[in-house]
């Protein structure tokens, strides 16, 4: 428990565009929020200082999460800092398009380390703490639509976030009923133009709702699994209806 009583949230890519805007909305729900960064101090330090208005005990910490030596550490400031931890975002990513011809083992650890190897560490610590509570505790993945999809140009990325799905469904039944394991996977938001080699009329197209999300209702797929006590195991595919094609 913190100082303020305020239940503790553990957050990876807390400093980008929509993790901000996710680590913002948890801290509105009376959580303390602490977040890792790796690039982009500026960024990371204008996230926790909008954090500290609504969540004064909020901090960050430096961490390469493809290293789990970093993670630890990081994990390790954590328990210097709090005393509980009742949710985890894992929602740090490396996201890039590599040729398939073209992929290099560089290309491949960049990806998969980070986003697959990091991501399992990661919920490793926080299942680590989260099992000696008496309490029930949360855990998200953070994944994308692409793992269910045949992406060209994508593959490191995509397979890594089919992994993390398929992780999320090991953690679940590993730690039921202490905690809850579930997966958001975004289809196509709008504040990510581009992300897709598609025109967006195209991409539209495929989209049985006609239209790109919008970063709230990521938020709200969020929010709806910090309340829930009955859902776990389950990716939810907030994408608009696409995989639906």
């Not at 503790?8 to 948890?26: D, H, N, Q, R």
Request: negative net charge; contains cysteine.
């Amino acid at each position: 428990m913190t100082a303020s009583g305020r239940k503790v949230c553990f957050m990876t890519g807390a400093s980008g565009k929509l993790g901000s805007e996710i680590a913002l909305s948890v801290a509105g729900q009376g959580y303390t929020v602490f977040f890792t960064w790796h690039h982009g101090e500026e960024k990371a330090g204008e996230t926790l200082e909008r954090l500290r208005w609504v969540s004064p005990e909020s901090a960050m910490v430096q961490c390469d999460i493809s290293k789990p030596s970093e993670i630890a550490a990081a994990f390790g400031r954590f328990r210097e800092l709090y005393e509980r931890l009742d949710l985890l975002v894992a929602g740090a990513s490396n996201f890039y398009p590599t040729r398939l011809p073209e992929v290099t083992e560089t290309d491949w650890d960049s990806l998969v380390d980070t986003n697959l190897k990091g991501t399992f560490f990661t919920m490793q610590e926080a299942a680590g703490i989260m099992q000696k509570q008496p309490f029930m505790s949360r855990i998200i993945t953070m994944t994308d639509i692409s793992a269910g999809l045949v992406w060209k140009n994508y593959a490191p990325y995509t397979v890594s976030k089919a992994g993390i799905q398929h992780l999320t469904k090991i953690f679940a039944r590993e730690f039921a009923p202490r905690i809850l394991v579930n997966s958001v996977a975004p289809g196509t938001i709008s504040m990510y133009p581009g992300r897709e080699e598609e025109p967006e009329e195209k991409l539209i197209e495929k989209i049985p709702l006609h239209k790109t999300g919008d970063p709230l209702d990521i938020v709200r797929t969020i929010l709806f699994l910090m309340e829930s006590e009955y859902i776990t195991g389950e990716v939810i595919n907030v994408d608009g209806g696409r995989m639906l094609f």
